[in-house]
């Protein structure tokens, strides 16, 4: 028997950003693989009918946007899901749909793995993304050669909803920081400092971070190609509001963030990169 026929089948859904090259890596770990995305892409294993595809698949494996999409897709393939199947969620959802999709998949018996990550469009290129992962220790194990063809690191978090929560709040701070940034850079420019001077003088200080080394130079030059987009760290946002709400606690930093790049999707710029926040201050 080659490695192939010994490997189980995955589907793999959603072709965005992250997908479409996660999709590469695990077909060239040696998994068969098939893939389903909303609109039509020309790969040869592109099964347009995603029933269809969850069906020849051993384990299905979703790079959707958001919760309207995943909710749309569980529900289209739930019919073919069950006991011999496993569903691994990466896309970055909310608390509620993340319960949902617990208790449907334990009522199915249908394995389910809640793994979102950390990682932008470069990394997913690299296969070195960074899994939170939250299920069943067991399942984790059996998964991790699976998990390791995208990925650097799988992070073993307490729960399926830890690791939703836990996603969340880091993509807070990085919402927050590049809000800080674009705030940084605009009020430097008023008063005649270069954007690269600002960055030097980040550089040795304790704010310095990997995400300003990433977004700080493209912001300075207008580049807004996107890594992460604007709409899809804006639902994000709204996700974190709804944990901070359902803690009963009032998250003003993040509140006003949210706004900004509402505004800024308003302009229908949400498939820039999120970091096209500083154009609150310039017109690049
Ligand atoms: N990019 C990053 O740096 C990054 C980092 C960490 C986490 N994430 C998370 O990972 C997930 C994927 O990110 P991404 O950057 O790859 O996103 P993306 O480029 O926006 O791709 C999203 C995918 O979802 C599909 N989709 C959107 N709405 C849909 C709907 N209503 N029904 C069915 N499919 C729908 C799109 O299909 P079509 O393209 O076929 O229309 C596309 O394949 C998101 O949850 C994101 O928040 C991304």
């Known amino acids: 028997m080659n490695q192939s026929q010994s490997l189980p089948t995955v589907a793999i859904f959603g072709l965005g950003i992250i997908g479409s090259q996660a999709a590469d890596h695990i077909a060239g770990g040696g998994y068969p693989s098939v893939t389903w995305s909303r609109n039509t892409r020309d790969r040869s294993d592109y099964e347009p009918d995603p029933k269809e595809a969850a069906e020849k698949a051993d384990i299905v494996v979703c790079y959707l946007k958001d919760v309207e999409a995943v909710r749309q897709v569980f529900h289209t393939i739930k019919p073919v899901l069950g006991p011999a199947k496993t569903f691994i969620n990466h896309a970055t959802i909310d608390y509620e749909t993340t319960e949902y999709l617990v208790a449907e998949c334990a009522q199915m018996g249908c394995a389910f793995l809640n793994a979102p990550f950390t990682g932008s469009r470069v990394a997913a290129g690299n296969a070195s993304l960074v899994y939170y992962a939250g299920g ?17 690191q799988i992070m073993r978090v307490p729960s399926p909803l830890a690791a939703t929560i836990l996603k969340l709040t880091t993509n807070l701070i990085t919402a927050s920081t590049v809000q800080a940034l674009a705030e940084g850079l605009s009020i430097n420019a008023a008063h005649g400092i270069p954007a690269d001077t600002y960055l030097s003088a980040i550089q040795p200080n304790a704010c310095a971070s990997t995400l300003i080394e990433m977004k700080g130079p493209s ?32 998250t003003p930093g993040i509140a006003n963030t949210t706004d900004q790049m509402q505004k800024r999707n308003d302009r229908g710029e949400g498939e820039h990169d999120f970091s096209i926040l500083y154009r609150q201050f310039t017109q690049q």
């Not at 069943?136 to 650097?152: G, K, Y």
């Open 219 to 250: 912001m300075a030059e207008g580049d807004y190609d996107p890594h992460f987009s604007l709409s899809n760290m804006l639902k994000d946002a709204r996700y974190m509001l709804d944990l901070a709400q359902r803690a009963g606690l009032e």
């Open 136 to 152: 069943d220790e067991a399942l984790i194990s059996s998964l991790q050669p699976l998990l390791e063809t995208t990925a650097a």
